[in-house]
Nanobody, 125 residues
Framework: QVQLVESGGGLVQAGGSLRLSCAAS????????MGWFRQDPGKEREFVAH????????YYSDSVKGRFTISRDNAKNTVYLQMNSLKPEDTAVYYC??????????????????WGQGTQVTVSS
């Protein structure tokens, strides 16, 4: 079992920045990759970024590439999502997720096995 707890969401003006954190606990050794997703009410969950737990390889959706950066601190079992140049369309609930069965998961939610409770990010125009 892996437990994930997100923090760092909030309200920010367009053009501003936020940093989300995701603290992992439990069976950390089983994690292959950590990802961030987001979801607006009535919409499907959308991939944002992921990072391999061991090698640090990163992958981003086109909508956030160049603005968001995912990173990890293995000593703290924590993954971060630095979000810069935020836009109103970035408004959503952001979830972190852990993949334990797939070594290098695709950006599909089904490939992630554990999820945090989500943190709200609201970007005002």
């Amino acid at each position: 079992q892996v437990q994930l707890v997100e923090s760092g969401g909030g309200l920010v003006q367009a053009g501003g920045s936020l940093r989300l954190s995701c603290a992992a606990s439990g069976s950390i050794f089983s994690i292959n990759a950590m990802g961030w997703f987001r979801q607006d009410p009535g919409k499907e969950r959308e991939f944002v970024a992921h990072i391999l737990w061991s090698g640090g390889m990163e992958y981003y959706s086109d909508s956030v590439k160049g603005r968001f950066t995912i990173s990890r601190d293995n000593a703290k079992n924590t993954v971060y999502l630095q979000m810069n140049s935020l836009k109103p369309e970035d408004t959503a609930v952001y979830y972190c997720a852990a993949a334990i069965f797939t070594p290098n998961p695709t950006p599909e939610p089904v490939e992630y096995n554990y999820w945090g409770q989500g943190t709200q990010v609201t970007v005002s125009s």
